[in-house]
Structure formats: C-alpha cells, structure tokens
C-alpha cells in the first residue's frame, strides 16, 4: 500500500500494536465488569437461601447467571492484566523476574476467582479447604523433588548469584565434576547453560547445591567444531564402459592383432610395426 510516493505501510504491524495498547483496557474492562456480576449475584441471593429451593426461582437464575459471568470475566482479566504486568516489567526486571510475577499474579487471580465463585454458589468453602489442605500435603510429598526446583529458582532469581551471559563453573559431586558454561536462561526449573559441546539443562536445585564461581580467563569452552562437510559417495562405474571393470587396454598404434602393418608385411596375433614379430599365417602375406 503505497500512500503518495511513501514507505510502505505494514498493516498487519500497525494493527498488531494497536491490540497491545488496546489490551489493558479491555482487561480492566472485563475486572469492572467481574465485579458488577458478583455483586449482581450477591444481591439475586440474598431473597432465597439456597438453590434448588422453590422460591425465587427467577432471582436463582440471575445469581446463578451471574456467578458464572464473574468466573469468565475474572478469569479474562487475570490472564490480561499479569500478562500486562510482564511485558512493563521485563525491560525492568528481566525476563526471569517478569515471568515469576506473572505467574505469581496468575496464581493469586485464579485462587481468588475460584473462592468467590464457590462462596456466590453456595458451596461451602471451608469443607473445601480442608479437603484442599490434605490434598496439597499428599502432592507435595510427591512432587518434592520438582516443588524444590522451583524454591531453588526463586531463591537463584532473588540472591542473584549469576546472571544470564555469564561465564561460571559449577563444581559439585552431584554434578560429576566441573561444568563450564555461559548461563543463557534461567527459569523456574532448569538453568540453561552454552557449553562446548551444546545447550545442557541443570535442575534449579543442584545448582543451588554447587559452588558457583566465574570462569578464568583463558579456561572459557572452545567452540563446538563446525560440522564435517557432507561428502556424496561416488557413482558406481557402468560395466563395459570405457573405465569400467571389463574395459581392456587400448590397443598400441603399431600393433595389430590379425591386422598387416603399414609396408604390407604380415602380422601374426600380436605383431610390431615391421611385422617381424609376429607369427607368420600361410596365405596373409602381402606378397601373396
């Protein structure tokens, strides 16, 4: 699209920033509009004491509407506003402590959203969070070693003791050895490290474990070696071709197999020029 002899315009780029201005208002938008639902469900609830019950079956209809509007409204604006909060706070922070609000954001929201949807049904929430609490305690026995990479992250992205384009080495026994590397990312669960033969993943928790120290000068990894060129196999010779196995030497100019030579004499099966060498035939002579 051409607009009197300028630059051409990148639609789809224009269109694609104006939703990134446009997103925060529509998640405060939807946050306002989870709040008039909880409220409008509260006030439907409170001319009939539980549902299913035979009065006020029209009010039960807009409670009920209107808690599962919240649920959709609360959760919408959840999403939008910490995925707001990421992208202000990632030229700040980082991309590391911008994903850990986001996800802190996110969780808060979605607990928050699920009590009050509970408390606006009716549904009784302590009986929940009791059989809530046994359940965190049984998933968290089992899932103890992943529950530990994740404090080991947020302890790493707080205390700070590298930072991603670092270059450290890690020694500790659970790590066999050293491990020499320059930090590319650290997330929640694995600190990605460059080393010399690639990108290796090491759990949160056994680098929290190891002792950390930046790499002297002069030890840093070489390089991974450039791939070997790919080199084609040659073609197989075609059999009674002029290279192939069955292709015999080619004959001399001067020497005849049965043929006479160039002064008339004869020639046996192999004969030289004066055809002196060869075998004499009866009757192939050239005096004959």
Same mark, same amino acid.
């Given at each position: 699209?051409?607009?009197?002899?300028?630059?051409? !315009?990148? %639609?789809?780029?224009?269109?694609?920033?104006?939703?990134?201005?446009?997103?925060?208002?529509?998640?405060?938008?939807?946050?306002?509009?989870?709040?008039?639902? &909880?409220?409008?469900?509260?006030?439907?609830?409170?001319?009939?004491?539980?549902?299913?019950?035979?009065?006020?079956?029209?009010?039960?209809?807009?409670?009920?509407?209107?808690? &599962?509007?919240?649920?959709?409204?609360?959760?919408?604006?959840?999403?939008?506003?910490?995925?707001?909060?990421?992208?202000?706070? *990632?030229?700040?922070?980082?991309?590391?402590?911008?994903?850990?609000?986001?996800?802190?954001?996110?969780?808060?929201?979605?607990?928050?959203?699920?009590?009050?949807? %509970?408390?606006?049904?009716?549904?009784?929430?302590?009986?929940?969070?009791?059989?809530?609490? =046994?359940?965190?305690?049984?998933?968290? !026995?089992?899932?103890?070693?992943?529950?530990?990479?994740?404090?080991?992250?947020?302890? %790493?992205?707080?205390?700070?003791?590298?930072?991603?384009?670092?270059?450290?080495? =890690?020694?500790?026994? $659970?790590?066999?050895? *050293?491990?020499?590397?320059?930090?590319?990312?650290?997330? !929640?669960?694995?600190?990605?490290?460059?080393?010399?033969?690639?990108?290796?993943? !090491?759990?949160?928790?056994?680098? =929290?474990?190891?002792?950390?120290?930046?790499?002297?000068?002069?030890?840093?990894?070489?390089?991974?070696?450039?791939?070997?060129?790919?080199?084609?196999?040659?073609?197989?010779?075609?059999?009674?071709?002029?290279?192939?196995?069955?292709?015999?030497?080619?004959?001399?100019?001067?020497?005849?197999?049965?043929?006479?030579?160039?002064?008339?004499?004869?020639?046996?099966?192999?004969?030289? $020029?004066?055809?002196?060498?060869?075998?004499?035939?009866?009757?192939?002579?050239? *005096?004959?």
């Amino acid at each position: 699209m051409q607009v009197h002899g300028g630059p051409q !315009i990148d %639609l789809s780029a224009q269109v694609a920033m104006v939703k990134r201005k446009t997103r925060p208002w529509k998640s405060i938008i939807a946050l306002v509009l989870a709040i008039a639902s &909880a409220a409008t469900s509260g006030w439907a609830h409170s001319d009939f004491r539980h549902f299913f019950a035979s009065e006020g079956v029209v009010h039960q209809i807009i409670a009920a509407g209107a808690a &599962a509007a919240f649920c959709v409204f609360a959760s919408a604006a959840t999403i939008g506003l910490s995925g707001k909060a990421r992208d202000v706070l *990632e030229p700040v922070m980082g991309v590391s402590h911008a994903a850990i609000v986001r996800y802190t954001l996110v969780l808060v929201g979605a607990i928050t959203t699920l009590l009050v949807t %509970l408390a606006l049904f009716s549904i009784p929430v302590e009986q929940l969070l009791l059989g809530g609490a =046994l359940t965190s305690v049984f998933v968290g !026995i089992a899932a103890q070693q992943s529950l530990s990479n994740v404090f080991a992250g947020l302890v %790493l992205l707080v205390a700070r003791p590298f930072q991603v384009g670092d270059s450290i080495r =890690l020694r500790a026994g $659970a790590l066999s050895g *050293e491990i020499d590397g320059t930090v590319s990312e650290i997330g !929640i669960t694995y600190v990605r490290m460059s080393c010399s033969n690639g990108i290796i993943s !090491i759990p949160n928790s056994q680098v =929290l474990n190891a002792v950390v120290g930046p790499l002297p000068a002069g030890d840093y990894p070489a390089p991974p070696p450039p791939a070997a060129p790919q080199v084609w196999p040659a073609p197989a010779p075609v059999p009674g071709s002029a290279d192939g196995p069955g292709a015999g030497p080619a004959p001399d100019a001067g020497v005849g197999v049965g043929q006479g030579s160039a002064d008339g004499a004869s020639a046996g099966p192999v004969g030289t $020029a004066d055809g002196s060498g060869g075998t004499h035939r009866p009757g192939t002579s050239g *005096e004959q």
